[in-house]
Structure formats: structure tokens, C-alpha cells
């Protein structure tokens, strides 16, 4: 598909190539050259407070927690009472 380089350098994306990537305002990409070739690829901008959730320190830690509920080590409440009535057994 033809596109034309307008001024400040912006490109119009197809509308097609937007409905069928579920793209939409405000998204980011990150944009490489590769072989004389210019690649799109979205990306996910994380606040960075935020970032240390998707770390693999985070993730490790995450994943013994859910075991650990799962093997039944660790016990959930749906309220406090439920809570008091757990830690009295």
C-alpha cells in the first residue's frame, strides 16, 4: 500500500491496517529500521511506579504466592469477619 511522507515527517496509517491491528489513538510503538525497511511494533507504556510488577523478581515472588494458595499454605477472606473466623481455628 502507497503512503505519503507529509510534513514534520508523519505518516498516515491506513484505516485498515488500524481496524485489523485493534490500533488506536495515543498508542506507542517502537519504531527500527531492519534492511532498509522501517518496522512498527506497539508497545505498552508502564508508569514507573508501576514497572517493578513486571519485573522478574515480581513475577518469581508472584508465582510462589499462587502456589502456595493453590497447595493451601496460605488461606484468603472475603471480609474480616470471614478473616477473624479463619485465624480462630
Not at 30 to 41: A, H, M, P, R, T
Not at 75 to 88: M, R, S
Request: hydrophobic letters at 35%; zero cysteines; aromatic letters at 8%.
Amino acid at each position: 500500500m502507497l503512503v505519503e511522507l507529509k510534513d514534520r515527517s508523519q505518516v498516515t496509517i491506513p484505516k485498515e491496517f488500524v481496524k485489523k491491528l485493534k490500533m488506536e489513538r495515543h498508542d506507542y510503538f517502537e519504531v527500527e529500521e531492519k534492511s532498509g525497511k522501517l518496522i512498527f511494533s506497539p508497545v505498552t507504556v508502564v508508569p514507573k511506579e508501576q514497572e517493578w510488577y513486571l519485573s522478574k523478581e515480581w513475577q518469581d515472588i508472584k508465582k510462589e504466592v499462587d502456589e502456595d494458595i493453590k497447595a493451601g499454605k496460605i488461606n484468603q477472606a472475603e471480609n474480616v469477619e470471614d478473616l477473624i473466623k479463619k485465624l480462630e481455628r
